[in-house]
Structures are given as C-alpha cells and as structure tokens.
C-alpha cells in the first residue's frame, strides 16, 4: 500500500511564495515519473510540472520561470517551489507518481491541498 500525503498549502498574496510538499510512504520499489498538476474551479486539471526520472523537467509556459520542481529520493518526496503567484495560480493542487510496489507499477494521487492567491 502506497500513501501519498501533501501540505504547504495556504493562502498568499499575489507575487508571494509558498512550497507544496508531497510524501510518499509505503511498501515503495522504485518512483519513476512524478507529476504535478492543478484544478480550479469549473476547469479541466492540468499539469503544471512533470519530473522523468531521468532527464528534463518540463514545465508549461503559464508557470515557466516562477514554478521549481525538485525531489528527494531518500525521502521520497516531491516538492513543488512556487514563487511570483498570481491569483489565476488559486486551484487545488495534486501530486502524481508512477510507483513501484513489488511486481506492480501504477500511478498515485496526493490528496489535493488548497492554494489560494489573493490579496
């Protein structure tokens, strides 16, 4: 069983920061893929950040140059930098990850933690 726990969540005014995190715990083999990705209200999700295990972290352009991704492989964690927030960035945001557990590989969800950019 894998559990996937999120926070760094909250409220900040536009041009502030905040840092989600995004633990994986569990009977872990190996985490390929990890993803990032953000639903407002009465919008599809979509992706805001996608770390392969090997080679570039890609990024769309709505948040090129203000979001960071970075991982911690001895914790199993992923991190989601955001800096330079807009209120169009207010959305729920998920983690996703590709996992290992025994002979299985499928991916999971974070349960989603609130971001809210206003002044």
């Known amino acids: 069983q894998v559990q996937l726990v999120e926070s760094g969540g909250g409220l900040v005014q536009p041009g502030g920061s905040l840092r989600l995190s995004c633990a994986a715990s569990g009977n872990i083999v190996s985490i390929y893929n990890m993803d990032w990705y953000r639903q407002a209200p009465g919008k599809q999700r979509e992706l805001v950040a996608s770390?392969?295990?090997?080679?570039?972290?890609y990024y769309p352009s709505s948040v090129k140059g203000r979001f960071t991704m970075s991982r911690d492989n001895a914790k199993n964690t992923l991190y989601l930098q955001m800096n330079s927030l807009k209120p169009e960035d207010t959305a729920v945001y998920y983690c996703?990850?590709?996992?290992?557990?025994?002979?299985?590989?499928?991916?999971?969800w974070g349960q989603g933690i609130q971001v809210t950019v206003s002044s």
């Open positions: 770390m392969p295990r090997e080679g570039t972290t």
């Open positions: 996703n990850l590709w996992i290992s557990v025994g002979m299985s590989t499928r991916d999971y």
